[in-house]
Nanobody, 124 residues
Framework: QVQLVESGGGLVHAGGSLRLSCAAS????????MGWFRQAPGKEREFVAS????????YYTDSVKGRFTISRDNAKSTASLQMNNLKPEDTAVYYC?????????????????WGQGTQVTVSS
């Protein structure tokens, strides 16, 4: 069992930045691929970014490329999502998740453990 706790959400003006963090319990974090997803009110949960277990490979949804950066620190069992140039359409609850196979995926159904989410609100 892996427990994930997100932090770093908040209210920011358009063009601003936030850094989300995800802290994982247990010693196997380095074996897992990790992803960030988001869900806006009335919409389905959508993929944002993912990173391989080594951190050597990353993948982003098109709408955040060039603005968001995913990273991880396996020694600390943490992952981060640096979000720059935020837009009102980025407003959502952001979730971190891990996948035990260690392979990148954009599909939420392939992730095994999820955090409780952190709210990001971008005002125009």
């Amino acid at each position: 069992q892996v427990q994930l706790v997100e932090s770093g959400g908040g209210l920011v003006h358009a063009g601003g930045s936030l850094r989300l963090s995800c802290a994982a319990s247990g010693r196997a974090f380095s074996k897992y691929a990790m992803g960030w997803f988001r869900q806006a009110p009335g919409k389905e949960r959508e993929f944002v970014a993912s990173i391989s277990r080594s951190g050597g490979s990353t993948y982003y949804t098109d709408s955040v490329k060039g603005r968001f950066t995913i990273s991880r620190d396996n020694a600390k069992s943490t992952a981060s999502l640096q979000m720059n140039n935020l837009k009102p359409e980025d407003t959502a609850v952001y979730y971190c998740a891990v996948r035990r196979t260690g392979e990148l995926s954009t599909s939420s159904g392939l992730y095994d453990y999820w955090g409780q989410g952190t709210q990001v609100t971008v005002s125009s």
